[in-house]
């Protein structure tokens, strides 16, 4: 169970994650005839101040290497009074949905990450690449498959970055875990299972399906998902999916409650994933022939929890705290490739991959029979 | 997380398990007319001296209440000399399958308890239902639903019990969980999930479709599957399946390696359900909206393990040992449901109806497609 430098420096290379983020100042921030060079941070606008900008996003700049908060946007002046003052943002860098747009004027915004309900992604994503700026956008990456390609799309012929907030794949634990199933440790793959959901409390946007897309698939099950896909290192080739919502709690009036699905990849791989509005979970496991490697909770904020059993013993394993947190990881990322002109770990495309799929799960369900997809 | 005799008494009583076996003589053992009265044991024969029946059954008579060990049946005279010498049992009472059927004129054996290749337990239980003994039947029940329904027509016919051998119906831990979810401890149940496998070792006759009628599902899988419906307390209403077997696995020339399966329960339950000859799994989990209770291992032979998550605690709980072990109570619930004339609460019903959801898993993974059941 070993666990040392060279270790993780190996996980982080192979998974070309933003933890290793440029140590010197940046030059360049290439894609943007707009950016003046050199910039030393990539600057970005939050767009949305909503629960998870404010309390998970923006506290994390000050976390960052490369990355500076330096305008926001929201519908709620109130908002932008208070949290200009407290990041020290002045007027001139406060911007509303209405003029959105004239952060194209503005020379100090090199990014935006966008924070909104899930159907308002690909419009602020494609409304920001018009503006030249480059786009960090949060999962589900829209309400459909065909918003995804717009928003690729609109990227890349604005020639901005897109990348979407897989805050996991900057997540020390997470990446431990893939290196482990990598490098053999449990032997063959055969099993994994993934497990995400929370009791969705009623009233929110999530379960306003114009607004979100989707039920708990959209908003939790999406962990699953991708968990499955990078335990397994492969894309899916059949999915099945069972679907149980009682149409009697207010809730559910729109959007689905609970949705489980089977993933066979390539390999031979089942992944058994479930999401839920209704229940509590957060756990994956991988099982090999050897034995397992699992996590609860799997993708918390903070307090991962790791297991592993082989020969008939099961042990805890805990890693040593990382040198930097998952979402300061996740931002320097972005940063890192605009200057390096690489495609992010996560960009669109990674996005979209997860929103075919969750189509191709609701279908699933829908007709009662397994969706080959893929190739 | 109280465990109290009470409630011990309670779920007892409520599952109708055998752990409250008669303290009383039995005074006649009803349904056939070849028995004399009175009688004070229920007499088995153990036909079949394979790893199970010497390890795991014949051992456990000394813990019953009120059952014996008085006959051995075996195609291997070196097996019945070495058992025979072992448990006292004269050549008078052992037999082979050629002459089988001669138990019917040996007043001393009251029942016999099936320990063979799942293909051999149709015959072997019919013959012994015309020999009018009562009839344990180790599970899987038969290699198909329609040798199910021939063996309790048998049994039926030739007024004799017909039981299962689904020991973990008499399990004090299994039954302790049925019991909390029963009482509310976790809300609304919403997810179960259930694994079971192993990884198979070459050359079994587990492996061999004629004799097994089947690969990991109808072995250890059905362990999954009754799992999720002792632990809903519900019969589902749908399948789903996917198979994953590697065919170049000199293992897996006619039987499937690997079959996860969901079931869907008409409250809405959703239990994901693992099976494997190529992995290790010995694990159940039962999700409500307020927490949940599981165990890991769930299904062995011996060191249950139990943990139950409620308000944001995962606390292990572990019951007093038990006043009789899980085979013991098995075989004395038969004695038991022959005394009384009652049903077996493990009845060939019960093994017919994981028959027929077996038959619709395979149906569901070969066809692609969810399979309606039940109604």
């Avoid at 070309?16 to 050199?38: F, I, N, Q």
């Avoid at 194209?104 to 690449?129: G, K, Q």
């Avoid at 032997?187 to 979100?212: C, M, N």
Wanted: aromatic residues 8%; glycine residues 10%; contains cysteine.
């Amino acid at each position: 169970m070993g666990w040392d430098e060279q270790s993780r420096r190996n996980v982080l290379a192979g998974m070309g994650a933003g933890l290793v983020a440029a140590a010197t100042p940046m030059t360049a921030l290439a894609g943007s005839k707009r950016l003046a060079a050199p910039v030393k941070k990539l600057r970005y606008a939050v767009v949305g101040l909503g629960n998870y900008a404010v309390n998970q996003i923006m506290p994390r700049f000050k976390d960052t290497e490369s990355c500076e908060l330096v305008a926001l946007v929201s519908g709620t002046p109130a908002k932008l009074e208070k949290y200009g003052a407290q990041y020290n943002i002045p007027a001139t860098h406060h911007y509303n949905y209405q003029n959105y747009d004239k952060i194209a004027d503005n020379p100090d915004i090199d990014a935006v990450y966008i924070i909104l309900p899930n159907s308002m992604h690909a419009e602020y994503t494609i409304r920001a690449a018009k503006a030249g700026k480059h786009v960090m956008c949060e999962k589900p990456m829209a309400n459909t498959a065909q918003e995804c390609e717009a928003m690729i799309a609109a990227c890349r012929k604005a020639k901005v970055k897109l990348m979407i907030g897989y805050r996991c794949h900057f997540e020390q634990y997470n990446l431990h875990v893939i290196e482990q199933v990598r490098s053999g440790l449990i032997g063959k793959p055969h099993v994994i299972t993934a497990e995400h959901g929370f009791y969705a409390q009623p009233g929110q946007w999530r379960l306003d399906r114009p607004l979100s897309g989707g039920g708990s698939m959209m908003d939790i099950g999406i962990y699953s998902l991708n968990a499955a896909r990078y335990l397994s290192g492969e894309e899916p080739v059949l999915v099945t999916a069972t679907e149980s919502t009682d149409r009697t709690d207010p809730r559910f009036k729109n959007v689905e409650d609970q949705i489980d699905f089977q993933l066979k990849f390539p390999s031979g791989v089942i992944a058994n994933c479930v999401s839920s509005y209704s229940t509590g979970h957060n756990s994956f496991r991988v099982t090999g022939e050897k034995g397992w490697i699992g996590m609860e909770p799997a993708t918390p904020y903070t307090g991962h929890q790791l297991w592993v059993r082989k020969g008939g013993k099961t042990e805890q394993v805990t890693l040593p705290p990382p040198s930097k947190n998952q979402w300061a990881g996740q931002l320097d990322h972005l940063a890192e490739c605009v200057v390096s002109g690489k495609e992010p770990i996560v960009a669109g495309e990674e996005g979209l991959k997860d929103m075919r799929l969750i189509e191709a799960i609701y279908r699933s369900a829908r007709e009662g029979r397994a969706i080959k997809v893929g190739a």
